[in-house]
């Protein structure tokens, strides 16, 4: 049985200039398994005294929340971050502490592992000291806090499944090869003629000489679809537009990347065919956690569905912020100027009304134009009555979300998109992802206190600003290309001294200002469900971030659009300009 891993150890990237006396003596303390397909490396909230290194296969990094995170390629290593920063002795007893790990890594194809116990692992440090400096390089990429983008963690094996006879997979395929050529890929596609009952070094190899491979598979139980999905690191589900889905929709879970839903649907949409289908029924059916459309042979869906492949996929977010936030209109302005795409949208609050138009696939000046009419021309928050769950009634709002929104769903829309708002029965953020989009909307925007809040089931949902007015790791989670954050909600509010030093009675106030104009409460209420502890948190993990300067702009000033739209051009021009986002995410 061999108990010295030396030879192994030495063909690690990482480790290429670690001394050979040094890699003998930590040599002794690895340790090379397997790890079928599936299979857990290791769970969140285990202890951390190893360092593994992938030999061979693929595996997936997923946080504690189950959201996955990335992928991890031989010669990566895995769970460096626990171990790195675990090896303290907190409990004075001599020894070092183990430090749990933060999330789980699974087995996406069988695999092949070394583990190093903490004990070689610090050999080999104190033999080779720039080791630190590597792994901290290493934590800091995977943290997202650097602006290296990692195509390692990439998925790079796609699997094309076909729900019908009718599509023509091959075409699709060469379709996306088309566009992913443009980023200078190198892309391989495999049929059932060339890949069905191949050994596992038939795929590594492919892996190893392309930037992205796509198998292409009708669904079935035969041999190739079981061997095609389970050498996945993503499936794709592509479907008719005017189909229903069978439920189940595949077979039974074969694939690590079906039994962690690591799955997407396309919808397909041929022509003007009538829906059969809530997109909803596909996402279940299929077991996935995102859906694309892709319209007749629209080159602009093809070029989305690359740039999602190849990690150069553009996500907005943008913060809640009352009227700040027709700031975020000026900036997708300055967005689209600069010819930069928008793949994926969403936010808080007023915030993902705003990225609820992009969502729609409304250009700029049907936005302008569908936003006045419901915000700026009279004030939505204008029906107040006398407080017993909320300031005003809500009529208003609800009127101009079902005018404007009418009854289309989230699943429905151009680009993936999100809402978030808060559960008060749970104490938990709620990510609104299907469903009815306005009433996605009527519940971020329900500040407490001023809007009643949107009751489903059990669930009582207000403002998701309450707590996180800037989601970016929402956003995180559901690409892995570049984000874009504006975010208004960090500026001090300009609330008037004077009306809460000597705050005037109701009926004084109205006297004075009228039935129309917002009292001094609703501006107190809006910034005390606004306010953070960290006004710059999710900030850091933006690729751009757009700080609009608004210094007199009032959360309830529904009348300053100008302004603040042009506060926002003016901060989207100057971020955009400085970062590498135009040119990376749009090929020659």
């Not at 795929?203 to 491979?213: G, P, S, W, Y």
């Not at 997708?332 to 138009?357: T, Y």
């Not at 289309?408 to 609104?432: C, D, W, Y």
């Not at 739209?565 to 135009?582: F, N, T």
């Amino acid at each position: 049985m061999r108990t010295d891993f030396t030879a192994d150890l030495k063909n690690i990237p990482l480790l290429k200039d670690v001394s050979q006396r040094a890699m003998r003596s930590a040599g002794k303390e690895a340790r090379w398994f397997s790890l079928p397909a599936g299979q857990p490396l290791f769970l969140a909230g285990e202890l951390a005294d190893s360092i593994y290194f992938v030999v061979s296969g693929a595996l997936g990094a997923f946080g504690a929340g189950n959201e996955f995170l990335g992928h991890i390629r031989p010669g990566e290593p895995v769970g460096e971050m626990a171990l790195f920063l675990g090896g303290v002795d907190l409990n004075g007893d001599g020894a070092p502490d183990d430090k749990p790990h933060s999330g789980s890594v699974y087995a996406l194809r069988d695999s092949e592992v070394l583990a190093l116990s903490r004990t070689g692992w610090n050999r080999l440090v104190q033999s080779e000291p720039e080791l630190l400096e590597g792994m901290i390089r290493i934590i800091l990429r995977r943290l997202g806090r650097t602006g290296q983008r990692s195509v390692s963690t990439l998925p790079k094996v796609y699997t094309l499944i076909s729900t019908s006879p009718t599509i023509d997979l091959r075409t699709r395929a060469r379709a996306l090869r088309e566009e992913l050529v443009k980023f200078g890929q190198k892309v391989a596609i495999i049929d059932e003629v060339q890949g069905d009952e191949k050994p596992a070094a038939f795929f590594d190899e492919l892996e190893r000489n392309n930037d992205t491979v796509i198998l292409i598979t009708a669904i079935g139980d035969t041999s190739w679809f079981k061997l095609s999905t389970r050498q996945a690191d993503r499936i794709w589900v592509l479907a008719r537009g005017d189909a229903r889905p069978s439920v189940p929709l595949m077979p039974e879970e074969t694939s690590p990347a079906q039994r962690l839903k690591l799955v997407d649907v396309i919808l397909l949409h041929p022509g003007t065919e009538r829906r059969a289908a809530r997109p909803q029924e596909w996402l279940l059916a299929a077991g996935a956690n995102r859906l694309f459309h892709w319209f007749g042979d629209a080159q602009n869906d093809a070029t989305r569905l690359a740039r999602v492949m190849a990690g150069r996929s553009v996500g907005i977010v943008l913060s809640g912020g009352g009227a700040r936030a027709y700031s975020h209109i000026g900036a997708i302005r300055a967005i689209r100027e600069m010819g930069i795409p928008i793949d994926f949208a969403g936010g808080a609050s007023m915030g993902a009304v705003v990225a609820a138009c992009v969502a729609m696939g409304w250009d700029d000046a049907e936005i302008e134009l569908r936003i006045r009419k419901a915000f700026v021309e009279s004030n939505p928050l204008g029906d107040y009555n006398l407080p017993v769950v909320g300031m005003v009634k809500g009529k208003r709002v609800n009127a101009r979300l079902e005018e404007h929104f009418g009854e289309s769903e989230i699943g429905e829309l151009k680009i993936p998109f999100f809402a978030l708002s808060t559960n008060l029965t749970s104490g938990k953020v709620h990510i609104h992802r299907n469903g009815l989009l306005r009433t996605a909307l009527r519940a971020t925007i329900s500040l407490p206190g001023i809007l009643p809040p949107v009751v489903d089931g059990e669930d009582i949902l207000v403002d998701g600003a309450v707590l996180n007015n800037f989601p970016v790791e929402t956003m995180r989670e559901m690409h892995q290309g570049f984000v874009i954050g504006s975010d208004v909600s960090g500026q001090p509010e300009g609330l008037n001294r004077e009306e809460f030093v000597r705050p005037l009675n109701f009926w004084q106030w109205v006297v004075r200002n009228g039935f129309s104009s917002p009292p001094p409460i609703a501006g107190l209420l809006m910034r005390a469900a606004t306010v953070r502890n960290d006004p710059k948190l999710g900030r850091d993990q933006t690729d751009v971030m757009i700080l609009p300067d608004l210094p007199g702009i009032d959360l309830r000033d529904w009348t300053a659009y100008d302004d603040a739209v042009e506060a926002g051009y003016v901060a989207a021009k100057a971020a955009l300009q400085a970062s590498e986002i135009p040119r990376l995410c749009c090929p020659a």
